[in-house]
């Protein structure tokens, strides 16, 4: 009897010491200089300087030049979007987009919220600032900081921003939003150096949060933000007061993740595996394997050499429109690789596309952009932040047609303060911009669950 008992206060002992190593383990990133040349001595300048997207009859005349020289080339015969941007509606797009939209009415639009610029270690970065217009009395707006991914950028969130500022229910809580480029997106300016990764822009936008005087905040990414504001977490786990997600990826599969793929096709209940669970990752090879290698040949190029096919799309904005706008097809929905015009007006408009389009265009920053996948990928899977659990509250919006299903097992493996796990009614990897209603009532019911916690 004294034998099974010492036994097993040693194991117990042992697993709390495992678990308190891991909940002790903090993710550490060193200040950076990614300015041009070495860092300057003295204190960086931190003023914050409003800016406004513009653009010239000079440049718009390029653009228009640029469009007109391109080369059509035909698609093969009863091939859609499986070939890749379908030529036939391709032609279509570039007529619109010469012909018929309005990049000076989209401008106005962009710049309807305020939008600033502030150097951090040695880049000015670019970021809108949307505060409420009113907030109810004895309460205050909560700090929402969103971080956006690849191939999308700022404007993604453009229909999700006034549903959290000036929400229509009462019971609502009213958000402050600010929406970072990550640097070498957008209007935000490409690290200079080698080695900005994903650590490296969490980092960055803590500052930036602080520079703003936010003590504490919340924080949601989708993509690449999805990364980025996970590193934040861990960075800083007492500052980033809640964490919410709509993708991610198991990065380190683990004994559960492999036992729950090979048995829970036959025992869903011993891995809590749903009917949604088991659609989505069965047959395993076929829906997540090879699906994955269908749909991931441009990373392999990013994260390698982004800037050799970068330099062409860069070049030609036909061709960086065909790159773009394919993702926002198939990873929209893999089922519209089918349909002659990619299913794209079925979910966004040309409007909405074409400007995500043009944000690139008049930026330059399709290659800066590129970079980011080898500099996180092309460093190796094994990095700190993926051994690393997030122990801040978080909830994860679990959209059906994600590019990966991860299910709440494997989310918990690495979310272990899991507050909230909302299959969703609809939608794909763009869900913020695709579906803005239904991630506003998400990122209200996980919030609320958190301050109702506190």
Known sequence: MFTAVLVGIVVGGLIFYLVQRNRNQVLNAVDGWWGTGAAPDGEEDITIRPFEVTTSDEELEDLYRRIDQTRPVASLEDSRFDYGFNSHYLEKVVSYWRNDFDWKRQVDKINQYPHFKTKIEGIDVHYLHVKPKKVPEGTTAIPLIMVHGWPGSFYEFYGLIPLLTEPSNPDDLVFEVVCPSIPGYGFSEAPHKKGFDSVCAANVFHKLMKRLGFQQFYAHGGDWGWLVTTNMAQLEPKIVKGLHVNFAPPSKPGLTMILSIVLGRHFPKLFGFTDMDIQRLYPYMEKTVVE???????????????????????????????????????????????????????????????????????????????????????????????KIPVYVPTGYACF?????????????????????????????????????????????????????KK
């Open 400 to 452: 059906p047609d994600e590019l990966m299903h991860t299910p709440k097992l494997w989310v918990k493996q690495k979310y272990r303060k899991l507050v909230t796990f909302s299959p969703m009614a609809r939608g794909g990897h763009f869900a913020a911009m695709e579906e803005p209603h239904l991630m506003a009532e998400d990122i209200q019911k996980f919030a609320k669950a958190v301050e109702k």
């Open 292 to 386: 994955s290698l269908k749909e991931s040949g441009y990373m392999h190029i990013q994260a390698t050499k982004p800037d050799t096919v970068g330099r062409g799309l860069n070049d030609s904005p036909v061709g960086l429109a065909t790159y773009i706008l394919e993702k926002f097809s198939t990873w929209t929905n893999r089922d519209f690789r089918s349909l002659e015009d990619g299913g794209l007006t079925r979910k966004f408009s040309l409007d909405d596309l074409l400007t995500n389009v043009m944000i690139y265009w008049v930026s330059g920053c399709i290659i800066p952009s590129m970079r980011f996948y080898k500099e996180n990928i092309g460093k190796g899977l094994d990095r700190p932040h993926t």
